[in-house]
């Protein structure tokens, strides 16, 4: 299993990919599988870690020379663990390591990739480079729907260890917004929105690279009043605490986002979500049971002041049946087990031939003709 190298699995706070990879490895050692994490920081799941780098790089996020590095550290790790234990196969997490596939390929391996970013543009062009190396997971219809003829070799939604997070069911009086601060977001609608109701709004989340702290400071910044409050990178203690007291989380986003793991991580605190459509929120979210989805921003305010009255068991209840680490890891044993069927099925073994060798022919002559001399 080979995560990104920016953050500690599980991380401390930023780190959605990261969260998914440590509930999903725990929950296939529980399995009986076999685990090796290859990644950064310090060990935290139920697999062996093997540590690649001395720290995290969570300081180089967005710079591709950790990327790029990573990978070569991976395949040197990888050619270590073939030649002395054995794999099965290599689930890669990460952007630049699936360039190794080919690589694990003549060695036998075949390599599934988790696809945790979007699917068009460039990143439609790289992925369909990879088509006869790599079998993709998409983690959500809609992302898989949107590039339908890549390589899928299944569709497994993120999740969570339900049984890790607090349920909430007395909330206080203020709306949340945690993610990044970027216009896809949009934590500008999630002001607008709950200044037309009259709630604070509290606004957690990463803002650390040069475009994040651009649009904060000219879309965010000159909305603010003094009942919203900027809370910062919350923590993962911090950001449970959010969660779970939050009337709502709003979640008003312009993009096709692949899935929204805040989403579900509102909703098992017991905490309904407010959303604009698009992407995979309408697979996450139970409109009018677990959060209302609005078509367009100017919905948003009435939708805050109607989840007030949603009760928060079935927002938990949702996510345990959907969306809990359990549910990943038989999603992702399902896929392993294909893609290691496929890989045998088209892996052909090294021809043999018999020869008989008659009593009266001259074995050098014959070693000459098994070298391929034909004179």
């Known amino acids: 299993m080979v995560v990104p190298p920016y953050f500690d699995i599980p991380p401390k706070a930023y780190g959605g990919v990261e969260a998914v990879v440590a509930d999903v490895v725990d929950a296939l050692v529980e399995r009986g599988h076999r685990v090796t994490l290859l990644g950064a ?57 699936p360039v190794n596939a080919p690589f694990y390929r003549q060695l036998g391996l ?49 999740s969570l260890r339900v049984a890790d997070w607090p349920f909430q069911p007395v909330k206080q009086d203020y709306a949340l917004f945690l993610g990044r601060f970027t216009e896809t977001k949009a934590p500008h609608l999630a002001l607008e929105a709950a200044h037309t109701v009259g709630i604070p709004l509290i606004l957690a989340g990463k803002c650390a690279e040069p475009p994040e702290k651009a649009y904060f400071e000219k879309a965010v ?31 008003p986003v312009r993009w096709e986002e692949p899935f929204g793991m805040v989403m ?17 929120v309408s697979e996450v979210i139970v409109d009018g049971v677990t959060g209302r989805i609005c078509d367009d921003p100017s919905e948003l305010p009435t939708a805050i002041e109607e989840v007030r009255g949603y009760d928060p068991a079935a927002c938990r209840a949702h996510v345990l049946e959907h969306f809990d680490a359990a549910a990943a890891g038989r999603g992702y044993e399902e896929v392993y087990r294909d893609v290691l069927r496929a890989h045998r099925e088209h892996t052909v073994p090294p021809a043999t031939v018999e020869i008989t060798v008659p009593d009266s022919l001259d074995l050098p002559a014959a070693a000459r003709v098994m070298a391929g001399d034909r004179s």
């Open 110 to 158: 075949p390599t599934v990739v988790t696809v945790h970013g979007p699917v068009d543009g460039d990143c439609e062009v790289y992925y369909r480079e990879l088509h006869q190396d790599t079998s993709l997971v998409a983690i959500s219809d809609r992302q898989r729907e949107l590039a339908a003829d890549l390589n899928w070799a299944g569709r497994v939604h993120n």
């Open 41 to 97: 920081g310090e060990p935290g799941t139920k697999a062996r870690f093997v540590p690649l780098w001395d720290e995290i790089q969570a300081e180089r996020l967005g710079d591709p020379f950790p990327e790029v590095v990573h990978a070569l550290k991976v395949r040197r790790a990888l050619e270590n663990l073939i030649a002395t234990e054995g794999l099965d196969l290599v689930h890669d997490h990460t952007f630049a390591g």
């Open 264 to 280: 579900i991580e509102a909703m098992v605190c017991g905490t309904p979500v407010v959303a604009l459509r698009g992407g995979a």
């Open 221 to 251: 910044r000159p909305r603010l009043t003094e009942r919203d409050h900027v809370f910062g990178m919350a923590d993962a203690v911090a950001k449970r605490l959010l969660l779970s007291e939050a009337r709502c989380l709003l979640f």
